[in-house]
């Protein structure tokens, strides 16, 4: 099936580390995706990864990929208040000459101050 | 700012009317996705077009559902005799082929159109 699953929700303190977590079914999933929601708005792209690599790092956000378990992890360091949303993964699907993204349900982070 | 915009932001209709949203994509993108939000759940795709060529549809784009591409710009999702399943968020996301230094793959998406059906 293409079932992308997360855990529902997160609460952390300022300043602590979040780590919210992914597991996806498709290992031919060529890059898999995190996106952020602030409510009312559309989806922003964070970040990605590229299925042959095991961790991206791009400033405060850590990717974690492994491909054998199909399990994908988001680490924010030093998690502020304005990174209160919910957070989607999503993993590319191949069809005809691009991909569409299978998300999850989102994990909603709360930052507590 | 991602560059995609859509309208109307917002449409309450009553169950049985026809609705039509519009999608502009960045300018330079030929890709163009259309996918669905209902509370609580990520979104779900329903079709894609390359330039003006829709390529793929989802089993979700039930016969009421119709989208165009008519220059390979901007597109339109119509949903023709609305019912209440059919509130949700519309999300348009666009993409390019093979921009220098970015992945092919990332799809920018716009602010969305929420429907609700009375």
């Known amino acids: 099936g293409e079932d992308v699953e997360q855990s529902l929700f997160l609460s952390v303190r300022e300043g602590d580390s979040s780590v919210i977590n992914c597991t996806y079914t498709?290992?031919?999933?060529?890059?898999l995706y995190w996106y952020k929601q602030e409510p009312g708005a559309g989806l922003q792209l964070l970040t990605y990864?590229?299925?042959?690599?095991d961790m991206k790092q791009d400033q405060r956000l850590t990717v974690l990929l492994n491909k054998k378990d199909k399990h994908l992890s988001l680490r924010i360091a030093d998690t502020q208040t304005g990174d209160s949303a919910i957070y989607f993964c999503?993993?590319?699907?191949?069809?005809?000459?691009?991909?569409?993204?299978?998300f999850g349900s989102g994990t909603r982070l709360l930052v507590r101050p | 700012d991602t560059g995609v915009s859509q309208d109307p932001r917002h449409k309450i209709t009553k169950r049985g009317q026809n609705v039509t949203f519009r999608c502009d994509p960045i300018?330079?993108?030929?890709?163009l996705y259309w996918y669905r939000q209902t509370l609580g759940q990520g979104p779900e795709f329903l079709t894609y077009?390359?330039?003006?060529?829709?390529?793929?549809k989802s089993r979700l784009l039930s016969d009421r559902f119709s989208a165009e591409r008519p220059k390979g710009s901007f597109s339109t999702l119509e949903i023709q005799r609305t019912e209440q399943g059919d509130s949700a968020m519309y999300l348009c996301?666009?993409?390019?082929?093979?921009?220098?230094?970015?992945?092919?793959?990332?799809?920018?998406f716009g602010p969305g159109t929420r429907l609700t059906v009375l």
């Open positions: 300018s330079e993108h030929n890709r």
């Open positions: 077009f390359q330039n003006e060529a829709q390529l793929e």
């Open positions: 990864i590229f299925s042959n690599m």
């Open positions: 996301a666009s993409s390019s082929y093979g921009t220098s230094g970015r992945t092919r793959n990332e799809q920018f």
């Open positions: 498709d290992s031919s999933s060529t890059y």
């Open positions: 999503a993993e590319s699907k191949r069809m005809d000459s691009s991909y569409k993204l299978i």
